[in-house]
């Protein structure tokens, strides 16, 4: 007789979330915590109070390149400590369970064709906008078993150096950190916004959110970083557009809380890069399980829900 949860660990660029979820995709509890040096254990502090003998699984998705057959994080730009580190070996012996491995964005694929937006779509692309870039490819109701490293293509043939050691990557320009980057030197620069009146003049604890905010309020700072930022992503979206012929590009991630000015630009530039024939055909909407599209995915690994 099949046991009626898993548990769901989404070990990203910021945060780690671990959550127990049944098997029909029900969040039943969830943490978060911010990464901290010690991945490892915070994995099995986190784990431990939600684990029990009921749990059937462990699905884990990681930001990075996944060596799925020997459950190892082959390079993760955002997340080095990971790398190298048998994480399925580690967390299965100290549960005593089966433990699943995958990209964290292909595990938020994954969670949204479950039971998220992705449902109705036997074709998409989901974008994780975050801290990185990430993607995930859904194709025939399945899981693409590729890298899908969406963020890491290159726009700019001669542009800014990346985390990954390529140059002008997507995520280089369109992610929070970018936005971040982007912000702060400005401000350094002696740049004029009422985003120096945060955190006390502190502009380095800045975070998207607040330049979000202040996008609202008419900063300029603040507006010209979060369109250029949309451009950049449209122009990747645009890509993948012409490249897959997707039914659907869901966005999920933090930065889509800016959707009215970071995703309609982008919606924009990609309207004008992508094929008409193609982009006329594709729906660009957010994602349903927002924050808990990774953990969600990462039980669908367990009970083999599209993997």
């Not at 699984?57 to 459950?71: C, E, F, Q, T």
């Not at 120096?196 to 905010?213: P, V, W």
Request: with cysteine; net charge negative.
């Amino acid at each position: 007789m099949s046991k009626r949860f898993a548990i769901g660990i989404d070990l990203g660029g910021t945060n780690l979330r671990v959550a127990l979820v049944t098997g029909n995709g029900d969040v039943i509890k969830k943490v978060k915590e911010p990464i901290s040096h010690d991945i490892l254990e915070s994995i099995f502090r986190l784990t431990e109070p939600l684990f029990s003998m009921d749990v059937e699984g462990i699905g884990l998705g990681v930001a990075g390149v996944i060596d799925r057959r020997n459950g190892k994080v082959l390079i993760s730009p955002n997340l080095p400590a990971v790398e190298g580190i048998n994480l399925v070996k580690e967390i299965r012996e100290r549960f005593g369970v089966p433990v699943y491995l995958e990209n964290d964005a292909n595990c938020a694929a994954l969670g949204e064709k479950w039971i998220g937006t992705g449902k109705e779509y036997p074709d998409f692309v989901l974008f994780t906008l975050g801290t990185g870039i990430g993607g995930g490819i859904i194709y025939a109701n399945k899981l693409l078993n590729i890298a899908a490293e969406i963020g890491h293509m290159t726009i700019h043939a001669d542009g800014e150096k990346c985390y990954c050691g390529n140059t002008g990557c997507l995520e280089s320009y369109a992610s929070a950190r970018a936005i971040l980057s982007r912000v702060v030197s400005a401000l350094e620069r002696g740049r004029e916004s009422m985003l120096k009146e945060f955190h006390e003049g502190g502009f380095y604890k800045l975070g998207a959110e607040d330049i979000y905010r202040m996008a609202l309020e008419g900063d300029n700072l603040a507006r010209e970083t979060l369109k250029d930022a949309g451009r950049h992503l449209g122009i990747g979206i645009a890509s993948i557009i012409n490249l897959v012929s997707p039914e659907a590009v869901i966005l999920t991630g933090g930065l889509i809380g800016a959707w009215d000015i970071y995703i309609e630009e982008a919606i924009k530039e990609a309207s004008r890069r992508a094929f008409k024939e193609l982009f006329d055909r594709v729906k660009i909407i957010p994602s349903l399980l927002k924050d808990n599209a990774g953990v969600v995915g990462s039980v669908g690994l367990v009970f083999q829900k599209f993997a």
